[in-house]
């Protein structure tokens, strides 16, 4: 099975300046999706950012970007001037490429905090 | 699009007894997810309907757990004789054919077993 792994359980970022978090996964496909979910205190899960694997252009979403580097499986998350709002839990999630139902692997999470 | 529509949002049970939470999907989705959240963990998989099949099942879903999706619509997953070890948040996510691989979260259900 795929695993997510987020090696920073919390992380601190001053407000305006830019932060980074690490996610690696282990898979042998070829073809899938990665995913950065924020989930605030409300507890809702909402998307921030998509990549698909076959795409070597890292996204981008505002002040999110990506560094995907598919050799090093790794997925990492920039928040560049990082806001008050932008303070929650983080979760990196793999999505197969290929129909088998539960394709959606969740790290353990990172919580980061926005200091004024 | 009003989104993924929990219900309950909040559920004090004693231990033993059952529950049953309900998710309404955005109404387009054609595929439901419930995943299970404890503190300080990602979310787990439980179960994953398309349409009103129930394709998969996780480990996870022992006996006491089952789940619905009448015609395609809003599901429901029951809890029979509820254990503390039950007490979780409980998130369904919807997401469409086609749709960008996005799931669309509802705010959860938060049980908690005395």
């Known amino acids: 099975a795929q695993t997510v792994t987020q090696s920073q359980p919390e992380m601190s970022v001053q407000e305006a300046e830019t932060v980074t978090l690490s996610c690696t996964y282990d898979?042998?496909?070829?073809?899938?999706?990665l995913f950065w979910y924020k989930q605030p205190p409300s507890r809702q899960m909402i998307l921030v950012i998509r990549?698909?694997?076959?795409?070597?252009q890292n996204a981008t979403e505002n002040r999110f970007s990506v560094n995907f580097q598919k050799a090093a499986k790794s997925f990492s998350l920039k928040i560049s001037d990082s806001q008050l709002g932008d303070a929650a839990m983080y979760f990196c999630?793999?999505?197969?490429?290929?129909?088998?139902?539960?394709?959606?692997?969740f790290g353990t999470g990172t919580s980061l905090t926005v200091i004024p | 699009d009003t989104g993924v529509s929990q219900n309950p949002r909040h559920k004090i049970t004693k231990r033993g007894q059952n529950v049953t939470f309900r998710c309404d999907p955005i109404?387009?989705?054609?595929?439901l997810y419930w995943y299970r959240q404890t503190l300080g963990q990602g979310p787990e998989f439980l179960t994953y309907?398309?349409?009103?099949?129930?394709?998969?099942k996780s480990r996870l879903l022992s006996d006491r757990f089952s789940a619905e999706r009448p015609k395609g619509s809003f599901s429901t997953l029951e809890i029979q004789r509820t254990e503390q070890g039950d007490s979780a948040m409980y998130l369904c996510?919807?997401?469409?054919?086609?749709?960008?691989?996005?799931?669309?979260f509802g705010s959860g259900t938060q049980l908690s077993v005395l």
């Open positions: 996510a919807s997401s469409f054919t086609g749709g960008s691989e996005k799931l669309f």
């Open positions: 999630a793999y999505r197969s490429e290929y129909f088998t139902g539960n394709q959606f692997y």
């Open positions: 109404s387009e989705h054609n595929r």
């Open positions: 898979t042998s496909e070829s073809d899938y999706y």
């Open positions: 990549q698909e694997a076959y795409k070597q």
């Open positions: 309907f398309q349409n009103e099949a129930q394709l998969e």
